[in-house]
């Protein structure tokens, strides 16, 4: 059964970085038919999709956040992580880590999930 | 305001059926069989009920079904129980720059 766990800070100062980090288990991080992607979700309110990546190293962003954004992988951790730069109070936000299958079309479709983190950006 | 648009909230009593309509454009559910409905429990994650339109995960129950009929996707339950009650969101591959959109979510009720 594979699971994802979010961890990361969960404060974190406005116009600082966001840094979090999931980490894979029962399963491989490698395996080529997977995309890993950062989802999150404000108090209240609705699922955003922030970007994912494959194995390759291919990336996508939400055009929304894309100049702020950087999905990264590490393989031999079964880590991927995301980093936000130059965070608000409009980051605050549960953040979830996902995967999905990597097929054409497939970018909402996300089959396991993280419990998610709270992430608050405050002084 | 969400890419893709879904009622509020919908309620219905043990043993009817709902159902929650999804609207997007031909970018997005209109043009293409990648929507998928999650199922979010309060302090949970959401779960996945549905892909590519119609599609019922392993281990999810055959009382959830999707469809689709030009921009407006569709998520009936049927045989309401108890457990039902929850947000349900859905999501779709749009072939703009934006990859994914997701609707706005709807909130269930058990009455």
């Known amino acids: 059964q594979v699971q994802l766990q979010e961890s990361g800070p969960g404060l974190v100062k406005p116009s600082q970085t966001l840094s979090l980090t999931c980490t894979v288990s029962?399963?491989?991080?490698?395996?080529?038919?997977?995309?890993w992607s950062w989802i999150r979700q404000p108090a209240g309110k609705g699922l955003e999709w922030i970007g994912r990546i494959d194995t390759s190293g291919t990336t996508n962003y939400n055009p929304s956040l894309k100049s702020r954004v950087t999905i990264s992988v590490d393989t031999s951790k079964n880590q991927f992580s995301l980093i936000l730069s130059s965070v608000t109070a409009a980051d605050t936000a549960v953040y979830y880590c996902?995967?999905?299958?990597?097929?054409?079309?497939?970018?909402?479709?996300?089959?396991?999930w993280g419990q998610g983190t709270l992430v608050t950006v405050s002084s | 305001q969400s890419a893709l648009t879904q009622p509020a909230s919908v309620s219905g009593s043990p043993g009817q059926s709902i159902t929650i309509s999804c609207t997007g454009s031909?970018?997005?559910?209109?043009?293409?069989?990648?929507v998928s409905w999650y199922q979010q429990h309060p302090g949970k994650a959401p779960k996945v009920m549905i892909y590519?339109?119609?599609n019922r995960p392993s281990g999810v129950s055959n009382r959830f079904s999707g469809s689709k009929s030009g921009n407006t996707a569709s998520l009936t339950i049927s045989g309401l129980q108890a457990e039902d009650e929850a947000d349900y969101y859905c999501?779709?591959?749009?072939?703009?720059?934006?990859?994914?959109?997701f609707g706005g979510g709807t909130k269930l009720t058990v009455l």
């Open positions: 031909s970018s997005d559910i209109g043009g293409y069989k990648y």
């Open positions: 996902a995967r999905g299958p990597r097929y054409s079309g497939s970018y909402g479709l996300f089959d396991y």
């Open positions: 590519d339109v119609s």
């Open positions: 999501s779709s591959y749009t072939s703009t720059s934006s990859l994914v959109v």
């Open positions: 029962g399963g491989s991080i490698s395996s080529s038919n997977n995309c």
